[in-house]
């Protein structure tokens, strides 16, 4: 199913960097979806898949081709 704007924004490296400093810093996941301009529940997504255990958010990038 398409969406009803026809377009998505990905996250690139810069934007999982800025959700890793935001996490430091204690901003809310509210507050980091302003600074990077998405969606709060595309932020809490992002971290649920890329939360380790005993370690937190890891802010990395995996080309396309894998």
């Given amino acids: 199913m398409e969406s009803k704007s026809g377009c998505y924004k990905t996250m690139d490296l810069a934007v999982r960097e800025e959700i890793s400093l935001g996490l430091a810093k204690g901003l809310d996941q509210a507050q980091i979806a302003r600074l990077?301009?998405?969606?709060?529940?595309?932020?809490?997504r992002e971290i649920r898949r890329h939360h380790v255990a005993d370690v937190g958010y890891r802010a990395y990038w995996l080309p396309a081709s894998q």
């Fill in 36 to 44: 990077v301009g998405f969606a709060p529940c595309s932020i809490s």
